[in-house]
């Protein structure tokens, strides 16, 4: 049983910065792609950013140059580093992990709530 649990989400202010932490555990050796969606009120979930285990990223226009993504593979972790953040950055983020061991198949997280005041 694979689980991913984020943490680190809540409020900030408009230009100011925010990291959220996902934690995948259960029975794991290996996996692919880790990555970050958002879905906010009223609209579709979207892609934020993704890194493979060999580190290539992936970003969504809308944060380029604005977040980061890591992860550390000892530690089955993925991070979102987001600075200047915007009140349209607000919504729930979500945690995505793709080929598990070599079974592409999606897990996701709980999501944690991340809001930025104007």
């Known amino acids: 049983q694979v689980q991913l649990v984020e943490s680190g989400g809540g409020l900030v202010q408009a230009g100011g910065s925010l990291k959220v932490s996902c934690a995948a555990s259960?029975?794991?050796?290996?996996?692919?792609?880790l990555g970050w969606y958002r879905q906010a009120p009223g609209k579709q979930r979207e892609l934020v950013a993704t890194?493979?285990?060999?580190?290539?990223?992936n970003y969504a226009d809308s944060v380029k140059g604005r977040f980061t993504i890591s992860r550390d593979n000892a530690k089955n972790t993925v991070y979102l580093q987001m600075n200047s953040l915007k009140p349209e950055d607000t919504a729930v983020y979500y945690c995505n992990a793709n080929g598990i061991n070599g079974f592409y198949r999606a897990y996701w997280g709980q999501g944690t709530q991340v809001t930025v005041s104007s």
């Open positions: 259960g029975n794991i050796f290996s996996i692919n792609v």
């Open positions: 890194i493979t285990s060999d580190g290539t990223t």
